[in-house]
């Protein structure tokens, strides 16, 4: 393995991508933690990409016109680190330092909201390749409605790197499907090819050919043979800019771990530090000073830093185009300025109904509907779909056109079955700014979304989940359609608020509740069966709180009785055939968890009084969880095997969701 011999003017471009490598080489060995052999590889593409085609501003990083970058594979931190401590980003070479230390600015994976410039926080392979799919969908929907000839404000491109673990995942293929039937020619992945991971060489596991793959993704693919050939790279990657038509994959052949003597293209390199012995040997090898730690010559850093003038100019040159499209289109730009800033009508909850019960039973899934269709007449920015269920979820817009190919415009997604990449998109779809993303599927396959939303609640992205057929009362589909344990393990996700109403009215205050909630993933868990609506009065306002009293008796209850969703028509049902045996039962509809344990101590006692131990909790669905609220002396009637396939109020009765069932259970808990 030689050196490489480069020209003069050349020799500076080299210095600046060896200047990556050692960053991230000191970096990861000073921490004792780490993966060096991506950005070692990845430094020459990185290199090219931030400082000759990227359109971005280090010095105002929130721009909005410019180009995004996501790193799927997050586990190459320092790639991105190193790129914007070089690039005159808000990240020193102290922060470099204190790579994975606590209270850092450079954690081990790129967090968003954390480190200035980082665009979504990546880590699970696969994801970040569909926030990507994401951003490019939220460019194209925003140039279609903004922009006007002769007037272009939203004009910018998607780049993602990824890898062999990437393209791996299923959510890669689902997100990549979808990126190439929408044909979004602003988005260009850059497919590093290092045929290495963690278990060894790809051979073992991996040996399709992705670029066929993609070309049948309808991707414009393009392969560069040299990872460290940075005319070739920038050559693919103007390529792939001209390109309008389809979304572009270069593939990138490259080492892992380039410049080591002993480690280069082995999986050794993957996730641990080189070594401080092969840290020196590298650096002789790329000509650096082996006795110094966290050096950068101040000749690359002053050329990567002339990246902020270039960006400043691009930004002063948008600036001039905005100020005429505010001139020439001030009700769009207006508009614009609206979307971008996440600003809320005044009158966005104008239309939303009010259900009455002579008007008959509804399906909680059906008022979600609805709702959704006024808040979307109010509500410029809310854009969603659904994985192939739009008619059984009620989530599509009624006359608004779709978002296709050829009509960016409209603001219904068909995602298709592609549960994981849905949930995913969706944080693209908001991190770009200007959407606000709901998206649906059956409660069930909330297993498929689950990833997406726990890094969702990571960024505290505001996504709505609209999780219909919330039990077992789905019926004929049988136990592999009927959700059991699915309630609990959303509940359990840090920062994430799971929202179960019972009736028509408490859904439409679920979909008030969760537009205001501007820093968490709301849940929406909504029946297929229909549910007798309640008095408005009774229900009104009340979501918010979480938990509160229904329905309740006179003087001191003897029982309290919690439930959620449709079971709270059974809590209801109950408390009437226990009042005619003289006992008094309260009835308390607990909706949303989270939002309960938000209220003070003194509301929970006030709503669940302590001295009042006989408690029984109905849900249907696992009884994991209701412990907090009923006690010791409390009990639970819910779910802890799978369902049956039988009629929706066959298999509620034989699994004991019957007012009588409550009712019995309860007196038996009084002796």
Same mark, same amino acid.
């Given at each position: 393995?030689?050196?490489?011999?480069?020209?003069?003017?050349?020799?500076?471009?080299?210095?600046?991508?060896?200047?990556?490598?050692?960053?991230?080489?000191?970096?990861?060995?000073?921490?004792?933690?780490?993966?060096?052999?991506?950005?070692?590889?990845?430094?020459?593409?990185?290199?090219?990409?931030?400082?000759?085609?990227?359109?971005?501003?280090?010095?105002?990083?929130?721009?909005?016109?410019?180009?995004?970058?996501?790193?799927?594979?997050?586990?190459?931190?320092?790639?991105?680190?190193?790129?914007?401590?070089?690039?005159?980003?808000?990240?020193?070479?102290?922060?470099?330092?204190?790579?994975?230390?606590?209270?850092?600015?450079?954690?081990?994976?790129?967090?968003?909201?954390?480190?200035?410039?980082?665009?979504?926080?990546?880590?699970?392979?696969?994801?970040?390749?569909?926030?990507?799919?994401?951003?490019?969908?939220?460019?194209?929907?925003?140039?279609?409605?903004?922009?006007?000839?002769?007037?272009?404000?939203?004009?910018?491109?998607?780049?993602?790197?990824?890898?062999?673990?990437?393209?791996?995942?299923?959510?890669?293929?689902?997100?990549?499907?979808?990126?190439?039937?929408?044909?979004?020619?602003?988005?260009?992945?850059?497919?590093?090819?290092?045929?290495?991971?963690?278990?060894?060489?790809?051979?073992?596991?991996?040996?399709?050919?992705?670029?066929?793959?993609?070309?049948?993704?309808?991707?414009?693919?393009?392969?560069?043979?040299?990872? %460290?050939? @940075? &005319?070739?790279?920038?050559?693919? /990657?103007?390529?792939?800019? #001209?390109?309008? =038509?389809?979304?572009?994959?270069?593939?990138?052949?490259?080492?892992?771990?380039?410049?080591?003597?002993?480690?280069?293209?082995?999986?050794?390199?993957?996730?641990?530090?080189?070594?401080?012995?092969?840290?020196?040997?590298?650096?002789?090898?790329?000509?650096?000073?082996?006795?110094?730690?966290?050096?950068?010559?101040?000749?690359?850093?002053?050329?990567?830093?002339?990246?902020?003038?270039?960006?400043?100019?691009?930004?002063?040159?948008?600036?001039?185009?905005?100020?005429?499209?505010?001139?020439?289109?001030?009700?769009?730009?207006?508009?614009?300025?609206?979307?971008?800033?996440?600003?809320?009508?005044?009158?966005?909850?104008?239309?939303?109904?009010?259900?009455?019960?002579?008007?008959?039973?509804?399906?909680?899934?059906?008022?979600?509907?609805?709702?959704? %269709?006024? @808040? &979307?007449?109010?509500?410029?920015? /809310?854009?969603?779909?659904? #994985?192939?269920? =739009?008619?059984?979820?009620?989530?599509?817009?009624?006359?608004?056109?779709?978002?296709?190919?050829?009509?960016?415009?409209?603001?219904?997604?068909?995602?298709?079955?592609?549960?994981?990449?849905?949930?995913?998109?969706?944080?693209?779809?908001?991190?770009?700014?200007?959407?606000?993303?709901?998206?649906?599927?059956?409660?069930?396959?909330?297993?498929?979304?689950?990833?997406?939303?726990?890094?969702?609640?990571?960024?505290?992205?505001?996504?709505?989940?609209?999780?219909?057929?919330?039990?077992?009362?789905?019926?004929?589909?049988?136990?592999?359609?009927?959700?059991?344990?699915?309630?609990?393990?959303?509940?359990?996700?840090?920062?994430?608020?799971?929202?179960?109403?019972?009736?028509?009215?408490?859904?439409?205050?679920?979909?008030?509740?969760?537009?205001?909630? %501007?820093?968490?993933?709301?849940?929406?868990?909504?029946?297929?069966?229909?549910?007798?609506?309640?008095?408005?009065?009774?229900?009104?306002?009340?979501?918010?709180?979480?938990?509160?009293?229904?329905?309740?008796?006179?003087?001191?209850?003897?029982?309290?009785?919690?439930?959620?969703?449709?079971?709270?028509?059974?809590?209801?049902?109950?408390?009437?055939?226990?009042?005619?045996?003289?006992?008094?039962?309260?009835?308390?509809?607990?909706?949303?968890?989270?939002?309960?344990?938000?209220?003070?101590?003194?509301?929970?006692?006030?709503?669940?009084?302590?001295?009042?131990?006989?408690?029984?909790?109905?849900?249907?669905?696992?009884?994991?969880?209701?412990?907090?609220?009923?006690?010791?002396?409390?009990?639970?009637?819910?779910?802890?095997?799978?369902?049956?396939?039988?009629?929706?109020?066959?298999?509620?009765?034989?699994?004991?969701?019957?007012?009588?069932?409550?009712?019995?259970?309860?007196?038996?808990?009084?002796?």
């Amino acid at each position: 393995m030689a050196p490489l011999v480069t020209e003069p003017e050349a020799n500076l471009d080299q210095c600046c991508v060896n200047a990556i490598r050692t960053l991230s080489m000191d970096a990861i060995q000073k921490s004792n933690s780490g993966h060096p052999g991506a950005p070692m590889g990845l430094a020459p593409a990185g290199y090219v990409l931030w400082t000759r085609i990227m359109k971005h501003s280090p010095r105002n990083p929130d721009w909005p016109d410019r180009d995004r970058f996501v790193l799927s594979g997050g586990h190459a931190s320092m790639l991105l680190y190193s790129l914007l401590f070089l690039t005159g980003y808000d990240v020193s070479l102290d922060d470099i330092k204190q790579f994975r230390q606590w209270g850092s600015k450079t954690p081990g994976h790129p967090e968003y909201g954390h480190t200035t410039g980082v665009e979504t926080t990546t880590g699970p392979l696969g994801q970040g390749f569909a926030n990507a799919v994401g951003l490019a969908m939220a460019e194209r929907h925003m140039a279609a409605r903004y922009n006007q000839p002769g007037h272009a404000i939203v004009d910018h491109y998607t780049y993602v790197i990824c890898g062999d673990g990437d393209m791996m995942e299923g959510i890669s293929s689902e997100a990549a499907s979808l990126a190439g039937h929408l044909g979004l020619g602003r988005l260009i992945c850059i497919y590093d090819d290092n045929k290495i991971s963690i278990e060894g060489s790809t051979d073992i596991t991996f040996t399709e050919n992705v670029g066929q793959r993609f070309a049948a993704y309808n991707w414009h693919v393009i392969t560069v043979d040299d990872g %460290n050939d @940075l &005319a070739a790279i920038e050559k693919a /990657l103007r390529a792939a800019q #001209a390109e309008d =038509a389809r979304p572009s994959l270069i593939v990138l052949r490259t080492h892992i771990a380039y410049g080591s003597p002993n480690k280069q293209g082995s999986a050794e390199a993957h996730g641990a530090p080189l070594g401080e012995q092969e840290v020196c040997l590298t650096k002789d090898f790329l000509g650096c000073d082996k006795d110094m730690h966290f050096c950068v010559p101040d000749s690359a850093l002053n050329h990567c830093r002339q990246v902020a003038e270039r960006g400043q100019a691009a930004e002063d040159h948008w600036q001039e185009r905005y100020v005429a499209y505010t001139k020439a289109h001030p009700e769009l730009a207006d508009q614009w300025i609206n979307a971008v800033s996440h600003f809320m009508p005044r009158d966005w909850e104008k239309d939303l109904a009010v259900f009455l019960p002579e008007n008959g039973s509804v399906s909680t899934r059906a008022a979600s509907g609805k709702a959704l %269709n006024a @808040l &979307a007449q109010r509500m410029p920015t /809310l854009m969603g779909g659904s #994985a192939d269920l =739009a008619p059984s979820n009620n989530t599509y817009l009624k006359g608004l056109p779709e978002f296709q190919k050829g009509s960016y415009e409209g603001r219904n997604i068909r995602f298709g079955v592609r549960e994981h990449a849905m949930g995913a998109i969706m944080s693209g779809l908001f991190l770009h700014g200007g959407i606000r993303p709901y998206g649906g599927t059956f409660l069930v396959f909330a297993d498929y979304v689950r990833p997406a939303i726990r890094v969702a609640a990571i960024m505290k992205l505001p996504l709505v989940f609209v999780f219909t057929h919330d039990s077992i009362a789905v019926g004929e589909d049988g136990p592999t359609h009927q959700p059991v344990e699915h309630l609990a393990s959303l509940r359990i996700i840090p920062n994430v608020t799971v929202l179960r109403p019972c009736d028509a009215n408490e859904t439409v205050d679920a979909w008030v509740q969760a537009i205001r909630t %501007n820093n968490s993933p709301v849940i929406l868990a909504l029946s297929r069966q229909n549910l007798p609506v309640l008095d408005p009065a009774q229900t009104g306002g009340q979501l918010a709180r979480g938990g509160y009293v229904l329905s309740d008796c006179k003087g001191k209850p003897d029982i309290l009785l919690l439930a959620s969703g449709a079971e709270v028509h059974l809590a209801l049902k109950a408390q009437q055939l226990l009042s005619a045996k003289k006992i008094a039962a309260r009835v308390v509809n607990m909706p949303s968890w989270e939002l309960f344990e938000k209220n003070s101590e003194d509301y929970k006692k006030e709503v669940l009084p302590p001295e009042v131990t006989a408690r029984l909790a109905v849900e249907a669905g696992t009884s994991m969880g209701w412990a907090r609220y009923v006690g010791i002396n409390g009990k639970v009637i819910g779910i802890d095997t799978f369902g049956a396939s039988a009629p929706g109020n066959v298999v509620l009765e034989k699994f004991g969701f019957t007012a009588e069932n409550v009712a019995s259970q309860a007196e038996a808990m009084l002796g």
